[in-house]
């Protein structure tokens, strides 16, 4: 790929990558000495001018210490990232990174922060097959959740709390090896001091107070924003008459909700099912 057939407009690996060759050509460098300086082949240092690899935090500061730009391409990888997702979420992540504390309900798959890297790059993968995203979009998903996850590890730790609809268990994401994975996952989660990880079964039927995913954040001055996914599109609450209605109903919800033991004993007994090709036979509603 030349110079002509690069175009910094195409995707944010093609804007940063351009920025990345322009930088570098200024100094006089090859690829070859650039490659030397951050401790990577050249050939991915090409890969990245040209587009054709998503940058990651790794290489992004690399850069940074090679060009002596404190922050500036680590600065645009998150920004890269952040292009990629829902209206609203990069304000999101701004005040997810210092929360302290999280509360999440998720009614379709596996909470982002908790799935495996398996789990999570096949379902981004079956976006690009149904053409809703493009590979470069989901490495783009896939390497901003990996660095979101990371802030889970921070010190102090947030505290965690994660209610999960039935049927993100017993959905199938990228078959029955990493279904198995995804679940002896997440018990081993539940099993930290961190998190609570309950299910909110089919029985609560109409009784389950949210339609949509949502997330509610708790930030070190006590203050709530609330977050939430709707077809599609995401949107950032601070009001503080909706967020007093969405903490009232998730405080219902981890009533209703399946305990902190009897949650870890349905996820084994859901991935019993997968492990015989039974998904769906840990169901609560046929007991």
């Known amino acids: ?37 951050t401790g990577y082949s050249s050939v991915h240092v090409s890969a990245i001018e040209t587009g054709r690899k998503p940058p990651t935090e790794r290489f992004s500061r690399r850069l940074d210490v090679a ?27 701004r005040s997810e990174a210092s929360a302290v504390a999280l509360r999440l309900f998720e009614i379709n798959i596996i909470p982002s922060l908790f799935q495996t890297p398996a789990y999570a790059r096949a ?17 783009e998903r896939l390497t901003m959740l990996l660095h979101r996850q990371q802030h889970l590890h921070r010190h102090p730790a947030p505290r965690v709390h994660a209610v ?13 090896d990493v279904m198995l994975e995804q679940l002896k996952h997440l018990e081993e989660l539940s099993h930290q001091p961190q998190f609570v990880i309950q299910v909110s079964p089919f029985s609560l039927g109409e009784d389950r107070p949210f339609a949509h995913p949502i997330t509610l954040l708790t930030m070190p001055n006590r203050a709530h924003v609330g977050y939430g996914e709707i077809q599609g599109r995401g949107f950032l609450q ?50």
């Open 1 to 37: 790929m030349n110079r002509k057939e690069l175009d910094p407009d195409s995707s944010p690996a093609a804007k940063f990558g351009a920025q990345v060759r322009e930088l570098r050509e200024a100094r006089g460098w090859t690829q070859e000495h650039l490659a030397t300086l």
């Open 67 to 93: 060009f002596e730009t404190p922050e500036r391409f680590e600065r645009e990888w998150r920004n890269a990232g952040r292009r990629v997702l829902f209206e609203g979420f990069s304000d999101y992540l």
């Open 123 to 139: 379902y981004q993968e079956a976006r690009v097959h149904r053409g809703r995203a493009t590979q470069q979009q989901a490495e």
């Open 164 to 176: 999960i609809d039935e049927g993100c268990l017993h959905r199938a994401i990228g078959g029955r």
């Open 238 to 287: 601070r009001d503080p008459d909706p967020l007093a209605e969405w903490v009232g109903e998730y405080d219902q919800l981890q009533v209703e909700a399946l305990s902190r033991a009897a949650t870890r004993k349905f996820i084994r007994r859901v991935g019993r099912g997968f492990e015989h090709d039974q998904p769906g036979a840990g169901r609560l509603a046929q007991e």
